[in-house]
């Protein structure tokens, strides 16, 4: 008997990884999950993906899904300029980076804020616990005001917005997600494939040891307490024929680059993902009150990605063949008679 | 120094009796962006269409209008280009600095200089030509905004008549020089013409220094080095290329992107072949050089000191996780940002080991332009077959100033790409692990994403032979063994010495890089001067290999002449040799940010050697280039 396959003829097992070895409980897990549910979904040939991350608990987790795929877990904080050198070199490829927030927000920021600048494609995912779970629990710069460590020490610097700064520097798709809503965060992650562009995915993931308790603003409890929820997300990849039916003025549909649909019903009136602005006071207000939008925040579909504004030749130029990398003898002659 | 009779007398006794023919040096003085370089440059391009062997060096501030600058010229007759200690004929240009530039020179120099500085009281040892240059430019130039920049295009006019340039030939580089700018070269002609009449008119020659064509130039180039070598990173095929601007690298990258669109753009699509980011810093520029190798690109970056300091860590990764990366350390005068725009050799042990850990890399020397090409195209070739950093050890002296140059060579090697794995390799090794060592060589097979071959997870952490993540004891070691067995292969695929063995010279030299030009001519000296005979070994690449030991065996005393403090190189190589022989080696070191010179390379040794050596008074000039302090 033929076992379940997608629709590129891929069981499900070819999409998984090694077995994890972060704590029972911790939310990079279930993103980890998510990843592998998106990826086989969407048919994506595992082939073609590279996994990159930085250093810390987030970064190891590219081990722990995908593992026919081509991984790379580079320095600390500087998987941004491995990432966009490997899209440089194969403009085929599908790249999928897994930071953490101190990753990020701390030794990574210069790079993040580059990153975000380019338009690289890629998915950047943040697994963000607000704190340094591999060196045991200190506070991270996405940590909020007040928040507390279990050892009572209490954060009193304002924190990183990723999606806020993100979105200001230009990032072409941003959103934020909880490692605990599996059908948010999968219709993401799925949207995120059918992007041309960075995907900014902050996705908020409590470390069960060292920043679950009370007290902490990145708890189990606390997010579930403070999501707010922008939209309903669902997606409607391209090569699936279902239509969507919703009373006019619910729904937000956007057109991805590859003809996917993605569907935001609207939970209150007027948010608009397409409208920076607004997406920018949005995060503020919802910040101001303690609270976490998560959804997708900010898109813009249609602008040109990083390898499009080099204006690099469709094939690979990791195989272009000799006699395209290296000009004939006449143009070094040339070069030499210029400088006689 | 107060004139002395003697000084005149000497001076007197030279001139008009001895010319010096096409053997001596000129400096011009003047503020920087004054459009000075263009004058230079034209002269530079005269001597050497006269078929005269010639070299220009820029001594210039790390700021871009309003320092003191110096560019000198050097005529040699034998060859020699090596910047020359001595200055012979000084062009003053510059009011803040023209005191001091003539209170060092050698009695019997010449001086040109714009007359209001009234240069003649200081010295009556000297030859001294006032010039009014404002009164000349102001006839040729009537826009008056323009006159600072085609002023100094008068001194090459007054030069050309003292020194026997013909006219039209000047003309013939200015027009090379500035090209299709028809308007500018009309205003530059004019005022060289100014220049040559002026002194036709009003100067008597009384120097000894006179120009004679040569015929020692035929199809020479005149290039820097940093175009020489971006040209040789087009002809390897680079495709992927990340930098940060920093002094004195910025223009190899900069000419690559101009020769890249030039002759890498695709035929039929008219799309680019190869994508070149300015990156945020240099750690970003290595991280993307180390990503696009990793999926199988040609990868550089250029950067100095400050850059190589920054990239440490992801060289480490490079070392550790085995991705190709070729690196071009244009070296400036450090610690810090030390002298941005003075040239060092100061940057070998820190690159040779750098990151943490036990890493070791391989180093490239290039001692001309046409090494740099084609050390950029080798370099390349090294990195994928050994996957891992190769860094071209370049300097400000190599890569800023103009050589001149035979034509480079189309490379005729294919690309060597190194060990990628294909199916038919596969299949003859059954299984395949990433870091295994298969041919006994230390190098493994790796694959590339998106090339069909079986995957792996690159990672800095500890890992096995099959790039599983490894904490064990016998995996960390047997992986650290092969990258040391992986070193030593490459002992015999770096560029090897070129060795000068003279029969019954009891000492031997060793250098590398632009101080080759000073030995070159300081071993001339010795043998000339004091009858000593040397022998000479010029190291091209690191690491080392058995030719060093019979080198050093072969020698009593062996001088190691390098432009840094420390010994930089003879440390490295005290780190591989035995006490016998380390106890042979010697150093001399140069380390002013002045390019070296053979007379204190010459002195020096003859001085160790038990010779008695004229002790010259410390110039200013050689202290620092007098007026160069404050700003930045």
Redesign the interface.
């Given at each position: 008997m033929a076992g379940k396959v997608n629709r590129i003829g891929l069981e499900p097992i070819t999409y998984k990884g090694s077995k994890t070895t972060l704590c029972a409980g911790c939310g990079h897990n279930a993103i980890s999950e998510r990843i592998i549910d998106a990826f086989y979904e969407m048919g994506v040939d595992?082939?073609?993906?590279?996994k990159?991350s930085g250093i810390g608990c987030s970064s190891k987790s590219?081990?722990y899904f995908l593992g026919?795929?081509?991984?790379?877990?580079?320095?600390h904080g500087?998987m941004?300029?491995?990432?966009?050198?490997?899209?440089?070199?194969?403009k085929?490829?599908i790249a999928i980076g897994v930071s953490g927030d101190g990753d990020t927000g701390a030794i990574g920021i210069?790079?993040f804020?580059?990153l975000m600048r380019r338009n690289l494609p890629i998915i950047y995912i943040i697994e963000d616990n607000g704190c340094y779970g591999l060196t045991k629990g200190q506070f991270s710069p996405t940590a909020d005001l007040g928040s507390k460590l279990k050892t009572g020490v209490v954060n009193d610097l304002p924190p990183i917005d990723t999606c806020a700064l993100a979105i200001e520097l230009g990032a072409t798709f941003v959103a934020r997600s909880f490692s605990g809503d599996k059908k948010q965060l999968l219709a993401i992650l799925k949207a995120a494939l059918a992007h041309r562009g960075t995907v900014m995915l902050d996705v908020i993931s409590p470390c069960v040891t060292f920043n679950d308790h009370e007290g902490s603003t990145k708890s189990y409890a606390y997010v579930k307490d403070h999501d707010d929820p922008l939209e309903e997300v669902s997606f409607v990849p391209f090569f699936e024929d279902i239509s969507v039916d919703y009373e006019p003025g619910t729904m937000q549909e956007v057109t991805m680059h590859d003809g996917s649909k993605l569907l935001l019903k609207k939970l209150e009136e007027g948010y608009d993902a397409t409208d920076k602005i607004g997406a920018m006071k949005r995060l503020h207000e919802t910040a101001r009150r303690g609270e976490f939008a998560t959804g997708i925040i900010y898109i813009e579909p249609d602008r040109d990605d990083f390898?499009e504004q080099?204006?690099?030749?469709?094939e690979?130029?990791?195989?272009?063949p000799?006699d395209?990398?290296?000009?004939g003898?006449e143009?070094?002659?040339e070069?030499?008679e210029s400088?006689? | 120094m107060p004139p002395s009779d003697v000084a005149v007398q000497q001076q007197q006794s030279t001139s008009g009796k001895q010319r010096v023919v096409n053997d001596f040096s000129i400096q011009v003085a003047t503020v920087n962006g004054s459009g000075s370089q263009t004058a230079n440059i034209v002269l530079l391009r005269s001597l050497l269409l006269m078929g005269i062997p010639a070299s220009g060096k820029n001594m210039f501030p790390s700021n871009i209008a309003g320092l003191p600058t110096w560019y000198t010229i050097r005529a040699s007759k034998r060859g020699y280009i090596a910047r020359k200690k001595e200055v012979d004929f000084l062009v003053a240009m510059n009011p803040e600095t023209a005191k001091e530039d003539v209170l060092t020179l050698d009695p019997g120099a010449a001086v040109v200089y714009d007359e209001p500085l009234k240069l003649k009281e200081l010295r009556d040892d000297l030859v001294f030509y006032p010039v009014p240059f404002d009164k000349l430019v102001a006839p040729v130039c009537p826009d008056a905004k323009l006159r600072r920049l085609v002023r100094n295009m008068i001194y090459d006019g007054i030069l050309a008549k003292l020194l026997g340039i013909d006219l039209a030939l000047m003309e013939k580089a200015l027009n090379k020089q500035l090209g299709k700018k028809a308007k500018a070269v009309a205003l530059n002609a004019g005022a060289l013409k100014a220049g040559w009449d002026y002194a036709e008119a009003n100067l008597t020659k009384q120097d000894p220094y006179a120009l004679q064509p040569m015929n020692e130039t035929v199809?020479?180039?005149?290039?820097e080095g940093n175009a020489a070598a971006a040209?040789g990173c087009?002809?390897?095929?680079?495709?992927?290329v990340?930098w940060y601007p920093i002094t004195p690298s910025s223009s190899l990258c900069e000419s690559l992107i101009g020769?890249m669109k030039k002759?890498?753009m695709?035929k039929k699509?008219g799309?680019?072949?190869?994508?070149?980011?300015q990156?945020?810093?240099e750690?970003?520029?290595?991280?993307?050089?180390?990503?696009?190798?990793?999926?199988?690109?040609?990868?550089m970056t250029a950067t100095a000191g400050p850059g190589i300091s920054l990239m440490s860590?992801?060289t480490g990764?490079a070392y550790y996780?085995e991705t190709p990366a070729v690196i071009f350390d244009v070296q400036r005068v450090g610690p810090s940002t030390g002298l941005p725009t003075r040239t060092a050799q100061g940057d070998l042990l820190s690159t040779a080991f750098l990151s943490h850990g036990d890493t070791k890399h391989l180093m490239l020397f290039p001692t001309s332009v046409e090494e740099a090409y084609e050390m950029a195209i080798e370099s390349f070739d090294l990195a994928e077959q050994f996957q891992t950093p190769v860094f071209v050890m370049m300097d400000l002296d190599l890569g800023m100033n103009n050589w001149m140059s035979s034509?480079?060579k189309?490379?005729t090697k294919?690309?060597n790409r190194g060990k990628l794995l294909t199916a038919e390799k596969l299949k003859e090794l059954g299984q395949w692990g990433r870091y295994k060592d298969v041919e006994g060589d230390g190098i493994p097979y790796r694959?590339?994403?998106?090339?069909?071959m079986p995957?792996?997870?690159?990672?800095?952490?500890g890992h096995n032979a099959k790039a599983q993540?490894s904490e064990r004891p016998d995996d960390y070691v047997d992986n650290m063994d092969r990258l040391s067995r992986k070193f030593d292969t490459a002992r015999k695929f770096v560029p090897k010495p070129e060795v000068d063995k003279v029969n019954g010279a009891k000492i031997g030299i060793i250098a590398f890089g632009t101080t080759h030009w000073a030995i070159t001519e300081s071993r001339d000296q010795l043998r000339e001067e004091t009858d000593v005979k040397t022998s000479y070994y010029r190291l091209r690449g690191y690491p080392f290999n058995d030719s060093l030991t019979e080198f050093i065996d072969q020698h009593e005393r062996v001088y190691i002449v390098e432009q840094n403090r420390d010994a930089q190189l003879r440390q490295l190589m005290k780190l591989e040799l035995s006490p016998e022989r380390q106890a042979k080696l010697r150093s001399v070191l140069h380390y002013s940010g002045l390019p070296i010179d053979a007379r204190s390379v010459t002195d020096d040794i003859l001085s160790q050697e038990g010779f008695e050596v004229a002790k010259k008074e410390v110039r200013v000039v050689e202290a620092g280039l007098g007026g160069m302090t404050g700003g930045e």
């Open positions: 595992p082939q073609r993906v590279v990159l590219p081990a026919t795929s081509h991984g790379f877990n580079a320095v500087r941004p300029s491995v990432g966009t050198g490997a899209m440089l070199a194969n085929n490829l210069g790079q804020v580059h390898l080099l204006n690099v030749v469709d690979p130029l990791a195989t272009l000799l395209q990398v290296r000009p003898p143009a070094l002659e070069i030499m400088l006689r | 199809g020479k180039v005149l290039i040209i087009m002809m390897a095929g680079v495709t992927v990340a020769y002759y890498r695709d699509t799309k680019a072949t190869f994508a070149i980011v990156a945020e810093d750690i970003a520029s290595l991280g993307m050089v180390i990503g696009a190798s990793w999926a199988g690109a040609r990868s860590e992801f990764l996780a034509g480079f189309y490379p294919p690309i694959t590339i994403p998106g090339d069909g995957s792996y997870f690159t990672r800095g952490s993540y």
